[in-house]
RNA sequence: CGGGAAGUAGCUCAGCUUGGUAGAGCGUUCGUUUCGGGUGCGAAAGGCCGCAGGUUCAAAUCCUGUCUUCCCGACCA
């Protein structure tokens, strides 16, 4: 066991709670190269049960999975314009290989939009070829400058849909059903409240057309983008020639939309769930839902505990992610701590009093408490119940910190008050670039998007730009962003 | 990539100023005692002092370079 030292004290809610939770928690491990890092059984499991819910979603709405290669020709990423230059700075090159230089260097992806286009403009012919729905789940090398354990790492996991479609009406469709998706996957399986909307100008994907997004509000204050469903156009297909025949004879581009999230959710998680005693984790992606941890002195007392525990374990696993921590070099005390650390969401005590009066103690991870004296009859309905009890209630938390940490600023004076203590900030905004640019200059603070919806109620129609003052329609959320 | 801090036992760290046989607590192993919120006692094992050079009779300690982590800036899911 690593670090119980530190782990005998609450853990700080510092700069460092991202870092020390993986570490602890044993989600992640720092890799010998910089900005890498290994995802430990945990943290993979966590990110199994993520996948799992959303490869369902992305099934039923009619995709396919696949899978595009690692290495991509350098001169695929040049051909479209903006991506080239969005990408360049971050994109790993090699340039030798087998021995010796290689003719064309090899990019390692850091999104798969061109090699998928140069195989689409293979596959596609005529509009009946349309529309093509595919996934893959994938790692993509980003080299960034400064690193943060799961919410930016040098090579990440994610999954990364493309499709294309015959009209720009159908894809725009496609872009928005998909981040309602991510709405979905956040909201409801990681109990992570988010705010969706479209990304301006300078914070729209490279070579996409119309960039939506879904924010969600850290611990910390900060915002992070939890995920992006992007409407391309025809951006690529240009650059790739990517044409079909209409029902018209037509030649004509495809148009075009992708849409990602990564292991940055497993960041989110716990820069929005997490306590002073560890991760607490939403019962819909916990790899492990229930853990039971058997109490007893002697060797007939543990027998008889551990067989009461494979009994509850046998009628409790269809329903739930159940395990018993059997081990016998810990005492329950320490298994106490450890489950919670790890943020498991229910925990089951049993002993020998509990079970000569025919109840189980239950501690429930979210709110800390615990439940005495619960009946063995009915415990899969009770369970089943609390369950969603903690799921719900891990998002009303986070729902609460957001609407409490989101205010409407009218003016520069009151934006630059607010914007240091963290949060969302709503204003009016004109719409010029330059407003937006010289507020990050002065407050290091970015529109994270121009919300469907305002998280509060907001019913002026108009205003003034918070930068410039000119008359302004569109009301923006701005925040500090990881 | 700039500014700051750090890297010594599995973990947290002391030792470095002033060079001279590698330290503590926790954990681990064995024994014993315990087990309903991180048990007590006894013994033992465990270290290319991040890596590479240099200075020196002698380097964890001084010098140079380099790698990694953390914090702060410029870039991003």
């Given at each position: 066991m690593s670090g119980a030292e530190t782990q005998e004290k609450d853990l700080d809610q510092g700069e460092s709670l991202l870092a020390k939770i993986a570490l602890e928690a044993e989600l992640a491990d720092y890799s010998p190269v910089k900005g890498c890092m290994v995802i430990r059984p945990y943290g993979y499991a966590i990110w199994e049960q993520i996948q799992s819910s959303l490869d369902k979603m992305i099934k039923e709405t009619g995709h396919q999975n696949a899978y595009f290669p690692l290495f991509i020709p350098e001169s695929f990423l040049q051909k479209e314009a903006k991506h080239v230059e969005g990408f360049a700075p971050e994109c790993a090159v090699v340039s030798y290989a087998g021995g010796k230089e290689l003719e064309e260097k090899l990019v390692?992806?850091?999104?798969s939009e061109t090699i998928i286009n140069y195989m689409f403009s293979k596959w596609?012919?005529?509009?009946?070829?349309?529309p093509v729905l595919i996934n893959q789940w994938a790692n993509i090398v980003r080299w960034e400058m400064r690193t943060r354990l799961f919410?930016?790492?040098?090579e990440f996991l994610w999954q990364e849909g493309h499709t294309a479609h015959a009209t720009r009406e159908e894809a725009e469709v496609e872009t928005k059903k998909m981040l309602g998706v991510y709405k979905t996957l956040s909201e409801e399986y990681l109990a992570i409240p988010i705010i969706d909307g479209i990304k301006t100008e300078t914070q729209r994907?490279?070579?996409?057309v119309t960039t939506y997004c879904i924010e969600g509000l850290m611990k910390d204050g900060k915002s992070l983008q939890m995920g992006t469903s992007h409407y391309l156009g025809q951006n690529f297909a240009r650059a790739f020639d990517t044409k079909f025949q209409d029902q018209n004879g037509q030649l004509q581009h495809v148009h075009q939309t992708s849409w990602g999230v990564s292991t940055r959710l497993i960041g989110a998680i716990i820069m929005t769930h997490s306590d002073e005693k560890g991760l607490r984790l939403p019962p819909?992606?916990?790899?492990?839902q229930i853990i039971v941890v058997p109490i007893y002195k002697e060797q007939a007392e543990k027998e008889m505990v551990l067989k009461k525990c494979k009994e509850l374990e046998e009628t409790l696993k269809n329903d739930f992610r159940i395990k018993t921590?059997?081990?016998?070099?810990?005492s329950p005390g320490w298994k106490f701590n450890h489950w919670e650390i790890k943020g498991v969401p229910i925990r089951i005590n049993l002993g020998p009093k509990d079970i000569s009066s025919n109840v189980v103690e239950i501690v429930r991870r979210d709110t800390k408490e615990k439940l005495k004296n619960?009946?063995?009859?009915?415990l899969r309905q009770y369970l089943l119940k609390l369950s969603t009890e903690i799921q719900e209630n891990l998002f009303r938390q986070a729902n609460d910190f957001l609407i409490k940490n989101t205010f409407t600023v009218k003016n520069e004076k009151e934006f630059a008050e607010k914007i240091n203590s963290g949060g969302y900030l709503i204003c009016f905004w004109c719409e010029k670039t330059q407003c937006e640019e010289k507020l990050k200059q002065k407050?290091?603070?970015?529109?994270?998007c121009i919300p469907f919806k305002l998280p509060v109620d907001q019913n002026q129609e108009e205003g003034y730009c918070i930068s410039c003052n000119q008359k302004a329609k569109q009301q923006v959320i701005f925040a500090k962003a990881y």
């Amino acid at each position: 066991m690593s670090g119980a030292e530190t782990q005998e004290k609450d853990l700080d809610q510092g700069e460092s709670l991202l870092a020390k939770i993986a570490l602890e928690a044993e989600l992640a491990d720092y890799s010998p190269v910089k900005g890498c890092m290994v995802i430990r059984p945990y943290g993979y499991a966590i990110w199994e049960q993520i996948q799992s819910s959303l490869d369902k979603m992305i099934k039923e709405t009619g995709h396919q999975n696949a899978y595009f290669p690692l290495f991509i020709p350098e001169s695929f990423l040049q051909k479209e314009a903006k991506h080239v230059e969005g990408f360049a700075p971050e994109c790993a090159v090699v340039s030798y290989a087998g021995g010796k230089e290689l003719e064309e260097k090899l990019v390692v992806r850091p999104t798969s939009e061109t090699i998928i286009n140069y195989m689409f403009s293979k596959w596609i012919q005529s509009y009946r070829d349309l529309p093509v729905l595919i996934n893959q789940w994938a790692n993509i090398v980003r080299w960034e400058m400064r690193t943060r354990l799961f919410l930016r790492t040098t090579e990440f996991l994610w999954q990364e849909g493309h499709t294309a479609h015959a009209t720009r009406e159908e894809a725009e469709v496609e872009t928005k059903k998909m981040l309602g998706v991510y709405k979905t996957l956040s909201e409801e399986y990681l109990a992570i409240p988010i705010i969706d909307g479209i990304k301006t100008e300078t914070q729209r994907f490279a070579g996409a057309v119309t960039t939506y997004c879904i924010e969600g509000l850290m611990k910390d204050g900060k915002s992070l983008q939890m995920g992006t469903s992007h409407y391309l156009g025809q951006n690529f297909a240009r650059a790739f020639d990517t044409k079909f025949q209409d029902q018209n004879g037509q030649l004509q581009h495809v148009h075009q939309t992708s849409w990602g999230v990564s292991t940055r959710l497993i960041g989110a998680i716990i820069m929005t769930h997490s306590d002073e005693k560890g991760l607490r984790l939403p019962p819909k992606i916990a790899p492990i839902q229930i853990i039971v941890v058997p109490i007893y002195k002697e060797q007939a007392e543990k027998e008889m505990v551990l067989k009461k525990c494979k009994e509850l374990e046998e009628t409790l696993k269809n329903d739930f992610r159940i395990k018993t921590d059997d081990r016998d070099q810990y005492s329950p005390g320490w298994k106490f701590n450890h489950w919670e650390i790890k943020g498991v969401p229910i925990r089951i005590n049993l002993g020998p009093k509990d079970i000569s009066s025919n109840v189980v103690e239950i501690v429930r991870r979210d709110t800390k408490e615990k439940l005495k004296n619960v009946p063995q009859q009915d415990l899969r309905q009770y369970l089943l119940k609390l369950s969603t009890e903690i799921q719900e209630n891990l998002f009303r938390q986070a729902n609460d910190f957001l609407i409490k940490n989101t205010f409407t600023v009218k003016n520069e004076k009151e934006f630059a008050e607010k914007i240091n203590s963290g949060g969302y900030l709503i204003c009016f905004w004109c719409e010029k670039t330059q407003c937006e640019e010289k507020l990050k200059q002065k407050t290091k603070a970015t529109i994270r998007c121009i919300p469907f919806k305002l998280p509060v109620d907001q019913n002026q129609e108009e205003g003034y730009c918070i930068s410039c003052n000119q008359k302004a329609k569109q009301q923006v959320i701005f925040a500090k962003a990881y």
